[in-house]
């Protein structure tokens, strides 16, 4: 068998098709993934074994794909990756898309007559009458009044073809493809897969969708730590660690507002510089800052996560048993946040932009022992084998 994997996002899209093509690999098929250019990617495959088919612009130079660009833009948008997709599929028996890929990749399938599978790593994403939709731009709001989650995923329909339908048809047809009169249904499919963990973030059956449920995909990162940085952590009590992973700009002087509130509590500080590149604010010992490292071991060494809420890192850090402290930036970071809270695994700021007071209280809630028991008991039913049942799924479904 053969499968191309197609993403197009930030590390939180990528790393987890890694983990899929591992195991698809390990049962004897074929992979080849479509990600974004960067070196970060490219290293990420590369450690896997997994080669890597380049699409699209860099993810670091920008904050996220471009939703609101002129038509002819997007036209242009979709045919790049239509044509860096086909060619990565020519011969292949399936084509999986996450992330930004799947408005090219479904074109893909459908043009070669193929098998489509699409993937999200949030439920927040999938229409459902028990959650409202996400909003799709920065400042959207839903109309006053309206609470009803059936309508507003009617009205969430209507956005997506107004955003999307005009510059995906202009390329469906110059590619001899039939219009998409339901942009939403043709992104999603009506059977869309969903990996996270049914603990952290479980999925309630709906008559709407037949949502298939394979738990999260997690890459195992046999790493070591950089030697500079065990000597930081072996040299006193556990640090707090402050990270916004590939969120490029963040709210405020985040890094300076945590660093005091961190040390307000007491604590040591472990900064990951990430993509908004998150610096200390002064030379003391107390502070030390990192760049990309193996947070699965990692994040088992700290006294709490302070971070942006994205799927991989509230996963990475729920498996680790760290406490959490989210505060989320954009997308589906919301979600993310509720979760650790109703989970009473960490605590959740509100809004983007923490002060030194707000922050310091949800480190004070996350830093108690009973919190620091409740994400060490949850730790123990995250699932691990999410890429494998997918990868079985998958070759199952070739047959």
């Known amino acids: 068998m053969r499968v191309v994997l197609s993403t197009y996002g930030s590390r939180g899209d990528v790393e987890p098709v890694v983990a899929l093509a591992v195991q698809l690999r390990d049962l004897g098929a074929e992979v080849r993934v479509c990600a974004p250019p960067d070196e970060v990617f490219a290293e990420l495959l590369a450690r896997a074994g997994v080669p890597l088919t380049p699409v699209g612009p860099r993810m670091g130079s920008m904050v996220r794909p471009s939703t609101a660009s002129g038509t002819s833009e997007r036209v242009s948008e979709f045919a790049a990756m239509f044509d860096t997709v086909a060619e990565a599929a020519e011969g292949c028996d399936l084509v999986l898309a996450t992330g930004f890929a799947y408005f090219a990749s479904r074109s893909v399938a459908e043009k070669l007559g193929i098998p489509y599978v699409y993937v999200t790593f949030c439920p927040f994403l999938l229409p459902s009458p028990h959650h409202a939709p996400p909003l799709l731009m920065p400042g959207e ?46 992104t999603f499919t009506e059977q869309p897969w969903l990996a996270t963990d049914p603990i952290l ?67 040591r500080v472990l900064v990951g510089r990430g993509w908004a590149g998150l610096a200390a604010v002064d030379d003391q010992e107390d502070c030390f800052v990192i760049g990309e490292v193996n947070q699965q071991q990692l994040f088992g060494r700290v006294a709490a996560v302070v971070h942006h809420g994205g799927a991989g890192t ?60 409740r994400a060490t008991a949850v730790a123990a039913t995250i699932r691990t084998d999410g890429a494998a049942v997918a990868a079985k799924l998958l070759l199952d479904r070739s047959c």
């Open 201 to 267: 973030g479980p999925w309630q059956e709906t008559s709407e969708l037949d949502v298939v449920h394979t738990g999260a995909w997690i890459l195992p990162d046999e790493r070591p730590l950089p030697a500079e940085l065990t000597a930081f952590l072996d040299s006193g009590e556990p640090p707090v660690y402050v990270g916004f992973g590939s969120m490029r700009h963040v709210s405020g002087d985040i890094a300076g507002v945590a660093i005091e509130a961190i040390r307000g509590q007491g604590r």
């Open 314 to 373: 509230t996963t990475t850090a729920a498996l680790a048993g760290a406490p959490q402290v989210v505060v989320p930036q954009a997308g589906d970071q919301s979600y993310w946040a509720g979760r650790v809270v109703d989970l009473g695994i960490g605590a959740a700021h509100e809004g983007p932009t923490p002060t030194t007071e707000s922050l310091s209280v949800a480190l004070k809630t996350a830093l108690t022992p009973e919190t620091r028991a």
């Open 141 to 186: 709001t839903f109309p006053p009044g309206v609470t009803d989650n059936r309508v507003l995923w009617e009205l969430n329909a209507k956005r997506f073809n107004e955003m999307h339908g005009e510059a995906l048809n202009a390329h469906r047809a110059s590619v001899g493809l039939p219009l998409v009169d339901d942009v939403r249904t043709f």
